[in-house]
């Protein structure tokens, strides 16, 4: 989530549990704990340049719940022996830092970026998906929560309004988790009706809100992409379907950068050439054609392609003209339309099959 979501919540939970005598200074300590996990792209970018390293050791060590209870633990410890609040109360601080620090990555865990909560284990990232990176409809409760109890201090306005804050945020959470269920369910039925009931597939919510679903599955082709109003939408979904060339992604699936972008983004990705270079989509975060993250792996050459250090790409999109869309979309159900059944080639030749490498 957002760095200003992250510091309210730590805010919010270490001031709900410390004595209310020190509810600003455990405001401010939450605020601190809430935000530490992030700063792990400090580092990161000092000891590499390499953009899928950087992708992939953010929420690493520093977001693992086998790694944060004991860094909590010390902090505790060394505040506990400089005496002051955390001396005279070490109980509830002890549970107040805890609390505030191991939060932050679960509320990751619910975005789709992919957070590695059991590192070192070799597992995959998790990524629940049911909510955005920024989602002010879950921000805007603890934000207001953290004002009241920062002015009302130790009055018991303070710990209501913190209760009420981390309450509503909380079955923000679960009703997401909601949404998400009904969403999977008639994509689920849909892509069955189409033969595509074991094909790898996710659902995201769309933009600061989760009414609106964005919903892929990978195909032998590519993949397909549709969305889901939850305000509008009746009946099966519309999906649209898009190539990924699978010869080239082929031949570069060992290098590397490549495998570890699979392990990392769970074999979500578009293989693509584009002015002689091979380039990686991921399509967790974006929808086609824009997509946040995207990678030239390789070059062209005769016969084939040379590995190259990874270079993380970005060209314009029209960013006014997709939320617009997007919000009129919440509330209008899609016509139907003949491209729905049909690989869309962008430019006008037969689509190439997708490499089994990009099915999970």
Same mark, same amino acid.
């Given at each position: 989530? !957002?760095? =200003?979501?992250? +510091?309210? $919540?730590?805010? %919010?939970? *270490?001031? @709900?549990?410390?004595? &209310?005598?020190?509810?600003? /200074?455990?405001?401010?300590?939450?605020?601190?704990?809430?935000?530490l996990p992030d700063l792990d792209v400090l580092p990161i970018h000092l000891l590499t340049d390499d953009p899928v390293r950087r992708m992939t050791w953010h929420r690493s060590v520093s977001?693992?719940?086998?790694?944060?209870?004991?860094?909590?633990?010390?902090?505790?410890?060394?505040?506990?022996?400089?005496?002051?609040?955390?001396?005279?109360?070490?109980?509830?601080?002890?549970?107040?830092?805890?609390?505030?620090?191991?939060?932050?990555p679960l509320l990751d865990a619910f975005t789709v970026y992919g957070t590695q909560l059991w590192w070192p284990l070799p597992t995959r990232p998790v990524m629940w998906s049911s909510v955005?990176?920024? !989602?002010? =409809?879950?921000? +805007?409760? $603890?934000?207001? %929560?953290? *004002?009241? @109890?920062?002015?009302? &201090?130790?009055?018991?306005? /303070?710990?209501?309004?913190?209760?009420?804050?981390?309450?509503?945020?909380?079955?923000?959470?679960?009703?997401?988790?909601?949404?998400?269920?009904?969403?999977?369910?008639?994509?689920?039925?849909?892509?069955?009706?189409?033969?595509?009931?074991?094909?790898?597939?996710?659902?995201?919510?769309?933009?600061?809100?989760?009414?609106?679903?964005?919903?892929?599955?990978?195909?032998?082709?590519?993949?397909?992409?549709?969305?889901?109003?939850?305000?509008?939408?009746?009946?099966?979904?519309?999906?649209?379907?898009?190539?990924?060339?699978?010869?080239?992604?082929?031949?570069?699936?060992?290098?590397?950068?490549?495998?570890?972008?699979?392990?990392?983004?769970?074999?979500?990705?578009?293989?693509?050439?584009?002015?002689?270079?091979?380039?990686?989509?991921?399509?967790?975060?974006?929808?086609?054609?824009?997509?946040?993250?995207?990678?030239?792996?390789?070059?062209?050459?005769?016969?084939?392609?040379?590995?190259?250090?990874?270079?993380?790409?970005?060209?314009?999109?029209?960013?006014?003209?997709?939320?617009?869309?997007?919000?009129?979309?919440?509330?209008?159900?899609?016509?139907?339309?003949?491209?729905?059944?049909?690989?869309?080639?962008?430019?006008?030749a037969a689509p190439p099959r997708a490499a089994p490498a990009l099915e999970r």
């Open positions: 989530m !957002d760095s =200003l979501t992250q +510091i309210v $919540l730590g805010g %919010a939970i *270490a001031a @709900a549990i410390a004595p &209310r005598g020190h509810r600003r /200074a455990a405001l401010l300590a939450g605020a601190a704990l809430g935000t977001h693992s719940l086998l790694v944060l209870p004991f860094l909590a633990w010390a902090i505790w410890a060394w505040c506990k022996g400089r005496g002051q609040r955390v001396a005279q109360s070490p109980r509830r601080w002890f549970w107040a830092i805890q609390l505030a620090l191991c939060t932050h955005f990176i920024i !989602d002010p =409809l879950y921000t +805007i409760w $603890l934000l207001v %929560a953290c *004002a009241v @109890a920062w002015f009302a &201090r130790e009055r018991p306005l /303070a710990q209501h309004a913190l209760a009420v804050g981390l309450t509503i945020s909380s079955l923000y959470l679960g009703a997401s988790l909601l949404a998400k269920s009904s969403v999977d369910r008639v994509a689920r039925e849909t892509l069955a009706a189409r033969g595509l009931d074991d094909a790898p597939r996710f659902s995201v919510p769309m933009p600061f809100n989760i009414l609106l679903w964005r919903v892929v599955a990978m195909t032998p082709e590519g993949f397909l992409e549709g969305e889901r109003s939850l305000a509008a939408d009746t009946g099966p979904m519309t999906f649209r379907a898009y190539p990924s060339d699978a010869r080239a992604f082929a031949q570069v699936a060992d290098y590397p950068s490549v495998s570890r972008l699979g392990w990392f983004n769970h074999g979500f990705m578009k293989a693509e050439q584009r002015d002689g270079q091979l380039v990686l989509s991921d399509l967790r975060m974006g929808a086609e054609p824009d997509f946040s993250f995207r990678f030239a792996v390789a070059e062209a050459q005769e016969g084939g392609w040379r590995e190259i250090p990874p270079a993380q790409l970005e060209w314009p999109w029209d960013a006014s003209r997709r939320l617009g869309d997007m919000w009129r979309r919440i509330w209008q159900a899609p016509e139907d339309s003949p491209d729905d059944e049909r690989i869309v080639d962008r430019e006008g």
